[in-house]
């Protein structure tokens, strides 16, 4: 039955690509330098209106303006958002004056794999983020020469324009939506309508504003409403493409439609969805624990650290650490899982605003009832004792809730480091990321061993002593599932978002991080000079510093990084 309410809502959809239509045009007509002006001016709005957007992300997710948690918003909020704007206009303003930009970039090689450095980009990179450094690789057969001249992607041609982009909005990290729409916008060519997540609907107004340019050029227009108004939209002939943040489950029910008709449909091969769709979606992420001779702040601060990968954000990420793999024949192994304990157990109590968290952990327990049930009131569950040759639900489950599981597999050395790469890729649902914890002697005693495992981990992302949300928090890195998925087999997604360089044929990014912390990295030789990170959830000055860098990457300035650096050594 059609309500008045569905025909309203319809209305909307239909005026909105209506409009785009005509959005388009004025899109193809503006040269270059003007959409990397565009860029800019988005860039200072989202100065502007940052303390409004951050405010209405602690209102959606229940947290204390004054608790060191709200790092987290401004980190993944504004900040990212303004880095982006910034690096995708530098990357404008090059193919402008009839430049690559990859000119002056820095390649390398990863076995077969021509990489290219995106982090550290500018003295500002080395200075905020001393010791962590990231690269793209770039597919097989992809020459560093090719790489140049492929650069750019749908800026090559601006006005050759690919029509209008469905954007179905994520709920959870609140940059994911303006990235996602930038994307389709500059990679792609595409104007775009973005539909919000129900979630995310309060961020509506602080939006408008941050993205007024693009509504005001008719390039962009943003719809809210549930399911209902997403199918209407995706299925809506003006649209040529859809992309997507959520869960499999979510894109199989796009592309197939829902229920049992939908599960036929897949069985038979015949799409409810008649055109493209893009993804990012989510996975198990894996961390693989290298064993090592570490000291006991080395057990402290790495069990943080992997904390960190499962709590930031509640446990609502795609990119969430979910199961956690150790040496049985590690010395320290016990140690370890004391300090990963006590670290989940001890890490600030949130609420738990994402929809359906409570049902998914209440799932895990009846999965696991020996688990751990750790935090203020048992919100957090540990499993521990995972049989690594089984069909664990934990491995083949994205809860997407504070659930944490810990694999034992034999093995030290380099037969442990491939032993784990092979469980990461045959037994934990996606490729999207996984990260890898070790020694900076075991990596020295592993070699060209370790280079070897770093190659065969099918991930889009591979992060090594750092987490891979790093890659989020760099445009200039790609993000999304390891290539190869299709709509049938979809796992972590389809396609790359940010890439702000504009790389063509992009296989992956590898991020790599201090073991350590400063001073102790100092003290260790390690030569870093990087504190504990902003996103841990035991940093104590996470909220200030998170402003601090939010206001700094709108304005970059060296008169602002005094600041910055006395808020982040106290963390």
Not at 266 to 283: A, C, N
Not at 388 to 410: C, D, I, K, M, S
Not at 430 to 458: C, K, M, Q, Y
Not at 473 to 496: C, E, K, M, R
Request: net charge negative; hydrophobic share 45%; proline share 6%.
């Amino acid at each position: 039955m059609v309500t008045d309410s569905t025909s309203s809502s319809h209305a909307a959809v239909d005026q909105a690509l209506s409009e785009l239509a005509e959005g388009e045009k004025r899109w193809a007509a503006i040269p270059l330098a003007e959409r990397a002006r565009l860029l800019r001016r988005m860039r200072d709005l989202t100065g502007t209106h940052a303390q409004e957007w951050v405010t209405a992300a602690l209102g959606i997710k229940g947290l204390d303006p004054e608790s060191p948690l709200a790092g987290e918003e401004w980190i993944s909020g504004p900040y990212v958002l303004a880095i982006a704007l910034s690096a995708l206009a530098e990357s404008l303003d090059a193919l402008a004056a009839g430049r690559s930009p990859l000119e002056g970039a820095t390649f390398g090689a990863a076995g077969d794999h021509v990489t290219v450095q995106v982090l550290p980009m500018s003295i500002f990179d080395k200075l905020l983020l001393n010791g962590y450094s990231a690269e793209v690789w770039l597919e097989r057969g992809v020459s560093s020469a090719a790489a140049r001249v492929n650069a750019g992607l749908g800026q090559k041609e601006p006005e050759r324009t690919q029509g209008i982009a469905a954007v179905l909005g994520a709920g959870n990290i609140f940059s994911i939506a303006p990235l996602d729409v930038l994307y389709q916008l500059i990679a792609d060519n595409r104007v775009v309508a973005l539909k919000l997540n129900p979630i995310t609907d309060p961020l509506l107004p602080v939006l408008e504003k941050v993205l007024a340019p693009l509504i005001e050029l008719g390039a962009l227009r943003i719809l809210t409403g549930g399911a209902e108004v997403g199918g209407y939209l995706v299925q809506h002939p003006s649209v040529t493409q859809v992309h997507m943040t959520g869960s499999a489950a979510t894109h199989d029910a796009i592309v197939w439609g829902p229920g049992t008709d939908g599960i036929e449909r897949k069985l038979h091969g015949t799409p409810l969805l008649d055109k493209p769709i893009s993804s990012e979606l989510g996975g198990v992420s894996p961390t693989l624990v290298l064993p090592g001779r570490w000291s006991a702040a080395d057990l402290t601060f790495q069990a943080e650290h992997i904390a960190t990968q499962r709590l930031h954000n509640g446990g609502y990420n795609c990119v969430a650490a979910q199961a956690v793999v150790v040496s049985a024949d590690w010395d320290q192994k016990d140690r370890f899982l004391a300090e990963l304990e006590k670290a989940i157990a001890n890490a600030p109590a949130r609420p738990a605003y994402y929809p359906g968290s409570d049902e998914r952990v209440a799932v895990a327990r009846v999965n696991y009832p020996a688990a751990e049930n750790l935090g203020a009131s048992g919100e957090r569950v540990l499993v521990t004792g995972l049989d690594p040759a089984g069909r664990e639900p934990l491995l083949n489950t994205e809860y997407f809730a504070p659930v944490l599981g810990v694999v034992e597999l034999p093995g030290t050395g380099a037969e442990f480091a491939r032993a784990a790469a092979e469980f990461a890729n045959e037994k934990c649902v996606g490729t999207l990321g996984v990260n890898i914890v070790a020694h900076p002697a075991t990596l020295g005693e592993l070699g060209t061993d370790f280079d070897g495992v770093i190659e065969s981990l099918r991930y889009g992302t591979v992060a090594i002593n750092a987490w891979t949300a790093v890659a989020y928090l760099t445009p200039t890195a790609s993000w999304g599932a390891f290539p190869g998925h299709t709509i049938d087999d979809v796992q972590s997604g389809i396609g790359v978002v940010h890439n702000a360089l504009l790389i063509d044929r992009v296989q992956r990014t590898v991020v790599r991080g201090p073991f350590r912390p400063a001073p102790r990295s100092i003290v260790n030789r390690e030569f870093t000079l990087a504190p504990k990170p902003p996103w841990f959830v035991t940093n104590k000055t996470a909220g200030q510093t998170g402003r601090l860098l939010a206001e700094f990457a709108v304005a970059p300035s060296w008169s602002r990084l005094p600041a910055i650096f006395a808020s982040a050594l106290r963390g």
